[in-house]
Each structure stands twice: as C-alpha cells, then as structure tokens.
C-alpha cells in the first residue's frame, strides 16, 4: 500500500489497483479501472459487517486480452456514460460497452478527510462522448450511506447513463427479496439475454410487458416471481422496470431477512427513470464467466433503453414513445450532474420486506410489509443540492467542477 495524494491511500485489492476510503461506519474501494466500487464493508468493526457487493470470479485471474475492461475488474457499483452494448458496428458511436466512465482509467484529483466524513474525487477523460468527467464519492461520519456525484463538462451529445450496482446473494432460494418505489412500466428485453448458440441461456420470454413483477413471463409459459432471489439457476436475464413520474425521489431496495440488512439506492427520478434488473445465475458458458456467476443480481438505475447501447437510447424507440426518457441531454456547454445515494440498515427480526421509503430530515424511515419500520441517518437533500454539511467539496459550478471551500491536492498522471 502507497500514499497516493493527501493521505488518499492506493492498494492491490482483489485483482484492482484501487483507492481507498473510510469513515467509522463505511471502508469502500474504487479501482482505478472504471472506478468499480468494491469491496465495501459496512459496519467494519463489528463482529458481523455487511458486505453486499459482488466481486466476479476471475478477478484475480489472467483473462483474454480482447475482453472488455469493465468485464475484467466486474465489481460493486460503477457508473456508466453510455449504458450498455455500444457495438463497434454502429460506427456513429463506437464506445466501449457501458461507455467510457465503466472502463477508462481515472485519476485522483482530491482527498479531504475531516470530523464530519471523508470524500475523494476522481477525474477522467472522455475522448470518444466529449469533455471529463469528475466524480465525488462521500462518506458521512455516524451513517451508512455512500454518496456519489458525477460531474460532466464538454460532452458533444446526450449520453445514456446509469449506476450498475452489483450485488452478491446467500446461497439459498429467494435469500433476497426485491421492492422498488411505484413503476408504470415493467417489460423483458427486445431479445433474449443469452442464447444457446452464443454459449448462454436466457429464461423469461423476450419483448413482453407485463404489470407485476412477480408474475413475469417465462418461455415455457408460465410466469415466475422476480421478486425473490436467487432463483433460475443456469439462467441469465434482465428485466427493465420505469418509475412513476410522479415520484419525485426513487429507490431500489433488496432485502435480505436471514441476514438482518436491507440495501437500497435512492436517485433523482428525472435523471435516472428506469431500473435494469439483471439476473445473473450461472447463464454464460463462455470465458471468463464458465457458469460460474452466480446468484449475483444487477440493481442498475438507469436511463436508457434497455442494455442496448447509447445510439439505440437515442432513436425513437417504444419506451420514449411512452414518455419515459431513454438519454439525457447536457446543457449547451455540455454540463450534466448526476448524485446518488446508496447504503444499508440493519433490520430486526420480522423486517420482511421494505415496502416504503419516507424521507424526513436528515433521516430515511424505512417501513416493512409487515409493519415495522427503521430510522436510517441520511442527508437526502444531497439528491437535491449536491453537497453534504461538513464537506468541503461543494456544489458543481458553471464550468462542471467542483468547488472547494477546504485546502485539496490535485494530481496529473499519477500512476499508483
């Protein structure tokens, strides 16, 4: 382990070269590559921390060249600039998949570590979508929420974004159990996820939309519940659910009863409108996956359409058809902030399902199907403002970067 800037400490974990950052409740990992979240440890020095992200396989294993960067460090949470398969083909717009925030190389600009949290922002480069991309990631002291900001400046056209959280299950069917605020709109992909021919398979019928999530189409006709996992095993799949507009502030929940936790993610509906679940069981035969992903869920809030791609996003297509936006635009000097909040609660016994979300200040209440509810600190202005009290990164200015009020280093080239 090294000093990367300021104190911002720089390790070889799990595969990654990767920063480092702590609070008394919260020690997270960001690789360099693509800047994946993960490991992170919740509740660190207790006896029983909450660990929920999932790490792939081959993290630490020599993989094919040719696959793509965001595929050989697969981990936690990282966010995406052009969300899903950006084919080569498709000349217009010939990014990496998941665009270029998901792979590229980021560097640290600024660390800051206080009596209120620490936060680190990381820089990159867009060369292929236009301008940078800063992004902030924060721990709060006394809470069990990550925030994270991305900051984009220069941008030549509307981009496809979204967060792909990535989460590892308990052995045991239905361990977890899937809630989210209300949608209008739930349908299986245009194509199957996998197929046979390729060295995969896929269980739910393609192009079907249905109303509930736990009566989704299968291709032998009958309907499963997504709502319990894992599930399917030898099965690879991705539904896309679209949240009510009229919910301001929407969250994505998973809670795991047998384990006492409940991790969720809350997001600004206008920017992100729709959640890409996808179910990874086993379902790709083919390297560097060999059927051995397993019980691994992706809670991927997101605007796009489908994991098709930013070009398909950006055409007419049946979802904006509808009024659910599949990209979003940048201002006219190519600005376009996005914040985010994720986190876990410990949860007693009887806490079956998080059935709702109210947000009060400075907390979350967190209420179960089966009527009992927990207190959660969490600053959820940060959605609304971009800045958390106490931390000195501040809010995005007119030029897309941040502004600080405290004494921060910047780095150019470094190399951990």
């Not at 717009?93 to 190389?105: D, F, Q």
């Not at 979300?357 to 400075?362: F, N, P, T």
């Amino acid at each position: 382990m090294q000093a990367g800037i300021a104190g911002l400490l720089v390790a070889h974990i799990r595969g990654q070269a990767s920063f480092t950052l702590s609070s008394d409740r919260v020690h997270l990992a960001l690789t360099e590559w693509g800047a994946h979240m993960a490991p992170v440890s919740f509740f660190p020095d207790e006896g029983d921390p909450i660990e929920p992200y999932a790490i792939a396989p081959w993290a630490e294993e020599a993989v094919e060249p040719s696959t793509p960067a965001v595929i050989r460090g697969l981990r936690g949470d990282w966010f995406c600039s052009a969300f899903g398969a950006n084919t080569p083909a498709e000349a217009a717009c010939p990014l990496p998949l998941h665009g270029e925030t998901a792979g590229g190389r980021w560097r640290p600009l600024a660390f800051e570590r206080n009596a209120c949290g620490a936060w680190v922002q990381l820089g990159l480069e867009l060369p292929l979508q236009g301008g940078i991309c800063r992004a902030i990631t924060a721990l709060a002291a006394g809470q069990t929420m990550i925030y994270q900001r991305h900051d984009f400046s220069g941008l030549t056209g509307p981009i496809a974004p979204g967060h792909h959280a990535t989460l590892a299950f308990p052995e045991g069917a239905g361990a977890g159990r899937l809630s989210f605020s209300p949608y209008i709109y739930a349908s299986t992909p245009p194509e199957p996820t996998e197929r046979p021919e390729q060295g995969g398979r896929s269980y739910l019928e393609p192009r079907r939309e249905f109303q509930d999530l736990r009566r989704a189409p299968a291709m032998d006709g009958t309907s499963v519940d997504l709502c319990r996992y894992p599930a399917r095993g030898g099965y690879e799949d991705t539904v896309l659910i679209s949240s009510d507009p009229a919910v301001d502030i929407a969250w994505s929940a998973v809670t795991v009863p047998g384990r006492r936790y409940v991790w969720f993610a809350l997001r600004n509906r206008a920017q992100l409108s729709s959640t890409l679940l996808w179910f990874s069981n086993g379902g790709r035969d083919y390297p560097p996956w060999s059927a051995r992903h397993v019980n691994v869920l992706g809670v991927e809030d997101m605007t796009g359409y489908f994991a098709v791609g930013l070009q398909a996003s950006c055409r007419p297509n049946e979802l904006n058809g509808r009024g659910i936006p599949t990209c979003l635009s940048p201002d006219g000097r190519g600005r376009l902030s996005i914040p985010y909040i994720q986190g876990v609660a410990r949860i007693p016994e009887g806490f079956d399902l998080l059935r709702s979300v109210a947000l009060e200040a400075g907390s979350l209440l967190l209420t179960a199907e089966s009527g009992i509810s927990v207190r959660v600190s969490c600053q959820v202005d940060f959605l609304r403002t971009g800045v958390l009290p106490g931390l000195s990164f501040g809010a995005a200015d007119s030029s897309g970067n941040t502004q600080s009020s405290g004494s921060v280093s910047a780095v150019r080239g470094f190399t951990p």
